[in-house]
């Protein structure tokens, strides 16, 4: 990648992502132009004079070179909003959650001193910067045993990740009425929350593990529903995994259009349990 590529990723992270209204505010960037309040660098195509040049988009100019954002401080905060996918607007009944030590997979011994999420199903949470292994464990009365492990920072602050949390009777219709195979309670399931380099759920990626087997069914929300013909994600930016093995899964994500790697993540999917895994561009990949 060139290096005025490079500039336009260092700009994707910086902590201010409304860093200009026109083209002349970043002239302090050298030769970038005002996209979307990012100044993003005009990267050369070789063709000489006018129209030889082609902005490189900001939603995807990080990849295969992310750069980690600076927390300012020792810990980083994670947002996230819980509400029920039948009803976004309700928040489920006797909602709980507890931080979970990677190490403690039942999570016998909660982490203590944390929040509890708002009335409108809200919670903040500030983690140490390099804890990628916590996880959270929520309960409710109307939804089935849910996890949310964490996502490294693309841009800090990090954006809302909305937990959309469903009951077992949900899971089952979808096994057995969308995909046609019967639901395992043996087996773990998982939503997988795809970003891009500005935090943002995006369309277009594909999300593959090599952890599904002959039984697991992939599936991609498709206008707010899941849907196992679909190969991609569509603006909603999800998909998933249904009878996954229980166990330690990892998890990678691909533009769809041009199979390049945008990152990876990991997991631990428990028998009976739906987790989700937020994925953005990560480092090293």
């Given amino acids: 990648m060139s ?77 996230y909003r819980f509400v029920l996918a039948v009803d976004e607007s309700h928040v489920p009944d006797n909602l709980s959650t507890q931080v979970c030590a990677g190490i403690d997979p039942d999570c016998e011994n909660p982490k203590p001193g944390f929040p509890q999420p708002d009335a409108n199903g809200l919670l903040e949470l500030d983690l140490p910067v390099n804890d990628l292994s916590s996880f959270l464990k929520i309960t409710s009365d109307e939804t089935m045993p849910t996890t949310v492990f964490l996502q ?20 089952i219709a979808l096994a057995e009425g969308a995909a046609d195979v019967p639901y395992d309670p043996l087996k773990s399931s998982a939503v997988i929350l795809t970003s891009n380099c500005l935090d943002e759920r995006t369309s277009g990626v594909r999300i593959e593990s090599a952890a599904a087997d002959q039984d697991t069914v992939p599936f991609y929300f498709n206008s707010s529903i899941p849907n196992p013909d679909v ?55």
């Fill in 3 to 79: 290096a005025l590529a490079l500039t336009a990723c260092s700009l994707g992270f910086g902590l201010d992502r409304e860093q200009c209204e026109k083209t002349a505010d970043c002239s302090g960037f050298g030769n970038a132009e005002c996209v979307d309040k990012v100044c993003v660098a005009i990267e050369s195509t070789g063709g000489g004079g006018a129209g030889g040049s082609v902005p490189v988009d900001p939603k995807w100019d990080c990849i295969g070179n992310v750069e980690p954002p600076d927390p300012g401080g020792d810990t980083v905060r994670h947002v």
């Fill in 152 to 171: 490294r920072p693309i841009i800090i602050p990090q954006t809302e990740k909305i937990i959309r949390m469903v009951s077992l009777e949900t899971i």
């Fill in 231 to 285: 190969t991609e994600t569509d603006t909603q930016g999800a998909g998933g995994f249904l009878n996954l093995p229980p166990g330690p899964a990892t998890v990678k994500i691909y533009r769809a259009s041009t199979d390049e790697l945008i990152g990876t993540g990991t997991f631990l999917g428990q028998a009976g349990v739906l987790s989700y895994l937020p994925i953005g561009p990560t480092e090293g990949d």
